[in-house]
Nanobody, 123 residues
């Protein structure tokens, strides 16, 4: 599966953004999906994951209550709605897919990645 992320940009602290990740291929509904982020000099970190049917989700503690992951299997797209943004949310955000279990902070070596989309939150 090929992934294409979009929706990043510059926003003031307290604002909102919605990231999208569109997938190619007719088997989108078989994949679990997730969002990760990375800042220069740091390891990529898990943000959120959603199961193949959208019924189960997982979030990093740092974004719980502020971010919401969802998916539209008919549109082969996964979303990350980000609210109450903080400067520390500034990062390159990546979407990822796996054909296995729900993507969580313990997930490693995910096989499919999209290119990043930059999110910058100004104070």
């Amino acid at each position: 599966v090929q992934l294409q992320a979009s929706g990043g940009g510059l926003v003031q602290a307290g604002g909102s953004l919605r990231l999208s990740c569109a997938a190619s291929g007719s088997t989108f509904r078989r994949y679990t999906l997730g969002w990760f982020r990375q800042t220069p000099g740091k390891e990529r970190e898990f943000v959120a994951g959603v199961s193949s049917d959208g019924g189960n989700t997982s979030y990093a503690d740092s974004v719980k209550g502020r971010f919401t992951i969802s998916r539209d299997n008919a549109k082969a797209t996964v979303y990350l709605q980000m609210s109450s943004l903080k400067p520390e949310d500034t990062a390159m955000y990546y979407c990822a897919a796996d054909a296995g279990h729900l993507i969580t902070s313990s997930s490693r070596r995910l096989p499919y990645w999209g290119q990043g989309t930059q999110v910058t939150v100004s104070s």
